[in-house]
Nanobody, 124 residues
Framework: EVQLVESGGGLVQAGGSLRLSCAAS????????IGWFRQAPGKEREGVSC????????YYADSVKGRFTISSDNTKNTFYLQMNSLKPEGTAVYYC?????????????????WGQGTQVTVST
């Protein structure tokens, strides 16, 4: 059974940084994509970033390009989202997701496996 456990959320001032972690286990497929989604209060869930296990290629939503960095430590089966220059609109529950899509994707339907989420609150 695939399990994804997020950690690292919290309260930060605008302009600050946080690093989210996702501990993954139970993968039965060799090739996979790990992603991060977020859902702000009253808004739809949206894709933030994803990374491929095959070649380490990454993809970012325009709203976070240049500020967020996704990375992986395959020896620990742990994935990270470094978030810098956080903005109040970044306040959301952040979810780690995984699956074996054919390519990098920020579409919700591309991912079958979801973590429980971690709250990030960015204060003004």
């Amino acid at each position: 059974e695939v399990q994804l456990v997020e950690s690292g959320g919290g309260l930060v001032q605008a302009g600050g940084s946080l690093r989210l972690s996702c501990a993954a286990s139970g993968f039965t497929f060799d090739r996979y994509v790990i992603g991060w989604f977020r859902q702000a209060p009253g808004k739809e869930r949206e894709g933030v970033s994803c990374i491929s296990s095959m070649d380490g290629s990454t993809y970012y939503a325009d709203s976070v390009k240049g500020r967020f960095t996704i990375s992986s430590d395959n020896t620990k089966n742990t994935f990270y989202l470094q978030m810098n220059s956080l903005k109040p609109e970044g306040t959301a529950v952040y979810y780690c997701v995984a699956d074996s899509p054919g390519s990098l994707s920020l579409q919700i339907l591309a991912y079958d496996y979801w973590g429980q989420g971690t709250q990030v609150t960015v204060s003004t």
